[in-house]
């Protein structure tokens, strides 16, 4: 098998795969993984919505990565799914990364949910089912809602603070 037609097929389930992961390391925090999930389902929302309103076609002649044909020829599940602004796969992966990014602040994993996305961007280019605009700004919509998915999830979880109340305990010195 061709190595680049693997690289292709993580870069075209690179949404899947890095959600997969996100939920595998967000496990043990579970407002962190709750923010996580209602932002990915607003993300598959909010892109849905974006392609009805804008309504930007795809680039002619994309092809499917698994059969080799034309999209236009096997059926469309949504309207939205001719339309390519933006590109749901760039706001996923982005999302995910971003969000893992902000959690843990590891460069390691970073740099490797950025490799993923990365041959995800690619890949949609490459087959031609988007444009490099139409990757760009459904990255950035994917990095903006990672962003303030996680200041939610981080004021959740910090709270309201509040100053200690005095218990007029002596002073041990």
């Not at 693997?6 to 967000?26: A, E, N, R, T």
Request: glycine letters at 6%; aromatic letters at 14%; one cysteine or more.
């Amino acid at each position: 098998m061709n190595p680049l037609y693997i690289l292709d097929l993580i870069g075209y389930y690179g949404p899947v795969i890095l959600f997969v992961s996100s939920i595998f390391l967000l496990h043990k925090k579970s407002n962190y993984l709750s923010a996580y999930i209602i932002g990915i389902i607003l993300s598959c929302f909010s892109n849905l919505v974006l392609k009805e309103i804008i309504k930007q076609p795809r680039p002619k002649g994309s092809i499917h990565i698994l059969n080799s044909t034309e999209n236009n020829n096997h059926k469309r599940i949504f309207s939205s799914d001719i339309y390519g602004m933006p590109s749901g796969h760039a706001q996923h992966v982005f999302y995910s990364t971003f969000f893992i990014y902000f959690v843990f602040k590891n460069t390691k994993l970073t740099l490797l949910y950025i490799v993923i996305s990365l041959l995800t961007l690619t890949q949609r280019i490459k087959y031609q089912n988007h444009t490099i605009l139409q990757v760009i700004v459904g990255g950035f919509i994917g990095a903006l809602l990672a962003y303030y998915m996680y200041i939610y999830a981080d004021k959740k979880i910090v709270g309201k603070l509040l100053p200690k109340k005095e218990d007029n305990a002596k002073d041990i010195a």
